[in-house]
């Protein structure tokens, strides 16, 4: 639980001066569109980072109006753990309910494998199913 009160305030932390910066210079020109390797239209890089200051700007805002439920413009403590930890048990909802394939209310150690074997092929497409870590 701690870990993840921890990870929240360091996004919190980072996305603030992305907010701050996206909100105090706007750009004075849109960038030029660059062409990609493969001879189409692409997106140059001072485009994409102004796009993904934007986007990561305005998650956070949406993140803090979640977390500040008394609309007073802070965050306290207990606001900021409970939105993070309705967040995990979220999480690990939906994680149960993708392993749980038969939807019983239980895993089983079957069901627990296929998971892990699956997983384990996704980061290394090489895996054999049945090798074990």
């Known amino acids: 639980m701690m870990?993840?009160?921890?990870?929240?305030?360091?996004?919190v932390l980072l996305a603030a001066p992305i907010a701050a910066s996206a909100?105090?210079?706007p750009p004075?020109?849109?960038?030029?569109?660059?062409?990609?390797?493969?001879?189409?239209?692409?997106?140059?890089?001072q485009e994409y980072l102004l796009d993904a200051k934007a986007r990561a700007a305005k998650l956070a805002s949406r993140r803090f109006e979640?977390?500040?439920?008394?609309?007073?413009?802070?965050?306290t403590r207990d606001q900021f753990v409970k939105y993070y930890e309705e967040?995990?048990?979220?999480?690990a909802s939906?994680?149960?309910?993708?392993?749980d394939k038969d939807h019983n209310g239980v895993i089983e150690q079957a069901e627990l494998d296929a998971w892990k074997a699956a997983h384990r092929r996704l980061k290394n497409p090489t895996a054999s199913p049945t090798a074990t870590k």
């Open 23 to 25: 909100q105090s210079s």
């Open 94 to 99: 939906r994680r149960f309910d993708l392993i």
């Open 28 to 45: 004075a020109s849109p960038p030029a569109k660059s062409s990609n390797k493969a001879g189409g239209a692409g997106i140059a890089r």
């Open 3 to 11: 870990r993840w009160a921890a990870v929240g305030v360091l996004c």
């Open 87 to 91: 967040r995990s048990a979220q999480f």
């Open 66 to 75: 979640a977390m500040d439920t008394g609309h007073k413009g802070v965050v």
